[in-house]
């Protein structure tokens, strides 16, 4: 049973450091929060900054009639992996490859609702940062967890249209 239990701390200490440290103080909203921040919600698809969706359905909605792949963030607003990722996807490279090419949707799980973990446990996503690549259908092309380096953000964008 020791060994079970320090295997449990040690799991928890190593997710609690990938997801860093609160920044935010007071409680969390009472109703699930899936939101866009200003700067992701400019643009249209035209190679401009990505309209960024908050509904994962939708999305995949818009993909199909689009014929385009679906770029997913899952996020924490007290994850800073999740803020330094936010800071890469306002890259102008990054918002034009994403902006030309993908459907774009991020979901705050900040809250940790049930609405929001039915949402994980769809998409399979039980970190934060998580991002997802799927086809219009629905189907994952490509995963990553964590924060990227921006040379491996570009080439995961990049590397599923081809």
């Not at 899952?74 to 999740?82: D, E, G, I, Q, S």
């Not at 918002?95 to 774009?104: I, T």
């Not at 998580?130 to 964590?146: C, I, N, Q």
Request: glycine share 8%; aromatic share 4%.
């Amino acid at each position: 049973m020791r060994v079970g239990m320090r295997t449990a701390i040690f799991v928890l200490a190593v997710g609690l450091a990938a997801c860093g440290t609160p920044k935010r103080s007071g409680s969390p909203p009472a109703t699930p929060v899936i939101s866009n921040t200003p700067a992701h919600d400019a643009g249209a698809h035209d190679g401009g900054p990505p309209k960024w969706l908050t509904d994962p359905d939708k999305a995949l909605s818009d993909a199909g009639a689009q014929h385009r792949p679906v770029l997913i963030e899952f996020f924490a607003v007290w994850a800073v992996p999740c803020e330094q990722l936010d800071k890469e996807l306002r890259d102008p490279d990054v918002e034009r490859l994403v902006g030309e090419h993908y459907v774009a949707a991020r979901i705050d799980v900040t809250d940790g609702s049930d609405a929001e973990k039915q949402i994980q446990d769809r998409f399979h996503a039980d970190a934060v940062p998580t991002l997802l690549v799927l086809d219009a259908s629905g189907h994952e092309l490509a995963r990553r967890v964590g924060l990227p380096a921006h040379a491996e953000l570009l080439d995961l964008l990049g590397r599923v249209l081809h």
